[in-house]
């Protein structure tokens, strides 16, 4: 049963950091690229950073220079370490699978990041 636990969100000032963490079960996690999404209030969910198996990265224009998205296979995590908050970036964040076959259909619960002043 595939499951995601996210954690990590918190309500932060404009310039602040945060570091999130996503521990996976239930799939074989070092052979997926996996990513963290986002969903704002009223907006789609959106990709903002991915990481493939073999630790190559791709950010949103959005959040380039200022988020880096990490992993630990021995421990079935991904992270994402976000810095130079904005309140845009506000939002409820996930991971989960990326790439061609898409995420999996089951999605954790996410973890809310407030930035406000």
């Known amino acids: 049963q595939v499951q995601f636990v996210e954690s990590g969100g918190d309500s932060v000032q404009p310039g602040g950091s945060l570091r999130l963490s996503c521990a996976a079960s239930?799939?074989?996690?070092?052979?997926?690229?996996m990513g963290w999404y986002r969903q704002a209030p009223g907006k789609q969910r959106e990709l903002v950073a991915s990481?493939?198996?073999?630790?190559?990265?791709n950010y949103a224009d959005s959040v380039k220079g200022r988020f880096t998205i990490s992993r630990d296979n021995a421990k079935n995590t991904v992270y994402l370490q976000m810095n130079s908050l904005k309140p845009e970036d506000t939002a409820v964040y996930y991971c989960?699978?990326?790439?061609?076959?898409?995420?999996?259909?089951?999605w954790g619960q996410g973890t809310q990041v407030t930035v406000s002043s």
């Open positions: 989960n699978r990326h790439g061609n076959s898409g995420p999996f259909d089951y």
């Open positions: 990481i493939t198996r073999s630790r190559s990265t």
């Open positions: 239930g799939i074989i996690f070092n052979i997926y690229t």
